[in-house]
Every structure is written in C-alpha cells, then in structure tokens.
C-alpha cells in the first residue's frame, strides 16, 4: 500500500516532466506511471538498504542499549516488510567470511525485502568446530 500511495504522488511529476498536456496522451500517461513505479521503488531499495546497514551494525554489538533499540529496529523492519534472518538455513542470503568446521556462527543478520523477494544486505556467517548448531535469534 505504502509503494502504491508513493507511485500515486509520484505520477502528477512524472507527467509534468513529460510535458503532457490536460488530456495526456495514452502513451505518455503509460511512460509517467512506469517511470514513478520504477522511481519508487528505487527510492524504497535505498532506504531499506541503510536501514538494514544500521540494524546490522546496531545488531553486532553487544550490551544492554542493543535490546532497547532492537525492539524499535524490528518495529520499524516489520512496517517496511523487511526480514531480519539469523537462520544459516537459508545459505543464499549468507557469505561465509573465515573459519574451518561444519557448524557456523552468525556474524551479522541477512535482510530480505518481502516485497521483491531479493536479499538487501546479505548476512555473514563464520565456520566453527562443533556441532551442527549456529548462534541464532529470530526472523523480525
């Protein structure tokens, strides 16, 4: 709902820029409404991208202001259907970046936009000696 209200504001602009008149055109309302989808959705992409950045930084450090600003970071995550995964399973949202064993650790979260589908920011994982187990949290 949040991408359509974004392309509704967005095709006045694109139409001006065109430099359609009062009764636009077929072919220049189509090229006004394409291009404020695809502005939109670039402009989504950008800022779901620092979001997840802050996120995974805020997530890596340890302490008791990480609990306070995770319970907002998972809030604000849920609103813009982004996924926070700390699960390994899902190894094409992960790099594994050192390490030797066949269990691994989770360095830092992966972020899925629900929208699209498409990884945001993927998530590091380090290999450890053990059993088939990972430091893990939850999906936001």
Request: hydrophobic residues 45%.
């Amino acid at each position: 709902m949040t991408v359509i209200k974004g392309v509704a504001a967005r095709v006045p602009e694109a139409l001006e820029a065109a430099g359609a008149e009062e009764a636009p055109p077929a072919g220049a309302l189509t090229a006004a409404v394409r291009r404020a989808v695809l502005d939109e959705f670039r402009t989504r992409a950008q800022f779901a991208g620092r979001l997840a950045e802050i996120d995974a930084l805020l997530w890596s450090r340890a302490g008791d202001s990480r609990e306070t600003v995770e319970g907002a970071m998972t809030a604000h995550l849920r609103e813009l259907r982004l996924l926070r995964v700390t699960e390994p399973e899902e190894s094409d949202r992960f790099v594994v970046t050192e390490g030797e064993g066949d269990a691994f650790e989770l360095l830092s979260p992966a972020y899925v936009d629900e929208l699209t589908g498409k990884v945001i920011l993927a998530g590091q994982l380090r290999r450890i000696a053990g059993p088939a187990g990972v430091t893990a949290g939850e999906e936001a």
